[in-house]
């Protein structure tokens, strides 16, 4: 071994006599304090060629890792890659271990890149490149496999909400890693959730997410999409999503429309009763005010006034009935002679 010391030392010698015209005394052999043993300061000097050079990598389960291992000086020797367990993958461009999904991509005296294909997180851990000098030389590549979050899950809607109810929602991801953050989005602006929940997975690498959300309804919810997005490393392109449609049961809205807009006596009036409700309103109705008897309506729910006079003078009312109750709008009629009939809309009143 000692021999093979003293042939390197000479060969860094002539090196410096060449390109210096002399040689460094820092070359001669000098003992090693720290040891207790005499070794050739040369290798000192060159221990930053011969010392392999990797990096650490992340990537995606199910994707392809290369893993880069380069050295300056390979000293007559050959580089190696060995896993976390230790078993070596590629002494040169020898294969040593029958799996597949390694491969050489690129071995030459001076680097040795292998990759691997289909990654799972099994595959994870510290990968070592060695280089058999002497003293043997390594360098560490710490391979981080991402776990991909599952399309997130939403529960706790089975049925229409009635207004005002509230509704309490659960989002649920599984296999990530690291745990992956979720979000809610109702008519796509943010909706505050509650503090997640974290639970490992079986497998002891993954994890599964769960979110929790709660807001009252109102009827301006009604088809508007509740969304929950998963956010993860893994995903930096793309969103994986869960969307669900709201519906909610709500009072209808009555309103009347006269047709026409500006009738005069001796006009035929038609009023148009209108609900906009959820469900649709099964009911409408039309009376006057001060007449108890209700009034006869045509079809889709118009009352029609032939020939107005100063007799069909008063307040219409209309009432839109669903499941969730009943509302009524107004309509104020004046005739008065010849001149122009004065009318007006009242709001909508629930009952």
């Known amino acids: 071994m000692f021999i093979h010391q003293v042939e390197y030392l000479e060969q860094i010698k002539q090196f410096k006599e060449e390109e210096q015209g002399e040689v460094d005394p820092r070359l001669d052999l000098e003992p090693d304090a720290r040891e207790g043993t005499w070794l050739p300061p040369v290798l000192l000097l060159m221990a930053s060629w011969s010392q392999p050079t990797t990096q650490d990598e992340t990537v995606v389960a199910g994707s392809k890792v290369v893993l880069r291992c380069q050295v ?70 710490i391979v981080t496999v991402l776990g991909i979050p599952r399309k997130p899950q939403i529960s706790g809607y089975n049925e229409p909400l009635k207004e005002g109810q509230t509704a309490k929602l659960t989002c649920v991801s599984s296999g990530s890693k690291p745990a992956a953050k979720l979000q809610w989005q109702k008519g796509g602006k943010s909706l505050p959730g509650k503090t997640p929940e974290l639970a490992e997975d079986s497998n002891g690498k993954t994890f599964t997410v769960t979110s929790h959300v709660e807001f009252d309804v109102t009827k301006e919810d009604n088809g508007v999409d509740v969304a929950c997005t ?29 047709q026409p807009t500006y009738p005069r006596e001796g006009d035929n009036l038609r009023l148009l009763c209108d609900g906009q409700g959820n469900p649709a309103p099964q009911a409408f109705a039309w009376r006057k005010e001060g007449i108890e008897a209700p009034l006869t309506v045509t079809q889709d729910n118009m009352l029609l006034i032939p020939s107005l006079n100063k007799s069909d003078s008063g307040t219409y009312i209309c009432s839109a009935t669903n499941v969730m109750g009943t509302s009524e709008a107004r309509y104020n009629l004046a005739v008065n002679g010849t001149s122009t009939v004065f009318s007006d809309d009242s709001q909508d009143q629930r009952l």
């Open 72 to 141: 300056e000086d390979h000293e007559e020797s050959s580089l190696q890659w060995s896993n976390p367990a230790q078993q070596t993958l590629y002494f040169g461009e020898k294969r040593a271990l029958r799996d597949n999904r390694i491969q050489l991509e690129k071995s030459t005296p001076y680097e040795l890149t292998i990759s691997i294909d289909n990654v799972s997180l099994a595959d994870e851990g510290e990968y070592t490149c060695s280089i058999f000098t002497m003293p043997v030389r390594t360098a560490k590549a």
């Open 230 to 258: 998963v956010h993860h490393p893994s995903l930096p392109n793309s969103v994986t999503s869960t969307t669900l449609k709201m519906e909610v049961f709500y009072v209808p809205v009555a309103s009347i429309e006269p």
